[in-house]
Nanobody
Framework: QVQLVESGGGSVQAGGSLRLSCATS??????WGWFRQAPGQEREGVAA????????YYHDSVKDRFTISRDSGKNTLILQMTNVNPNDSDTYYC???????????????????WGKGTRVTVSP
């Protein structure tokens, strides 16, 4: 059973930074991703890394502000968030793809294991 546990969420003022972490006992995976979801909204891909961290993908709204990385030695996925704004307020989820899928790297349908999420709130 693959388990993913997110941490690092919290409250921050606009322009500030947060570092989200996702710990897992699973060391492999085709792609690893961060997603976010507001109540009543569809889950949205924020950032993903595939091919052992050689490829990275970002939602247009977070390019040049967020950075995704993997600490392979600790089996941890990181999302470094900088210059955040209130539109970044959501629950953030990490996910791992372990089965072949033709869906895009930021498509939630690509991923088959999910964490329970960590809440990020950005105040003006």
């Amino acid at each position: 059973q693959v388990q993913l546990v997110e941490s690092g969420g919290g409250s921050v003022q606009a322009g500030g930074s947060l570092r989200l972490s996702c710990a897992t006992s699973f060391y492999s995976g085709l792609c690893w991703g961060w997603f976010r979801q507001a109540p009543g909204q569809e889950r949205e891909g924020v950032a993903a890394t595939c091919a052992r961290g050689q490829d990275a993908y970002y939602h247009d709204s977070v390019k040049d502000r967020f950075t995704i990385s993997r600490d392979s030695g600790k089996n941890t996925l990181i999302l470094q968030m900088t210059n955040v704004n209130p539109n970044d307020s959501d629950t953030y989820y990490c996910a791992i793809q372990t089965q072949p899928s033709s869906a895009g790297a930021l498509d939630p349908q690509k991923y088959n294991y999910w964490g329970k999420g960590t809440r990020v709130t950005v105040s003006p």
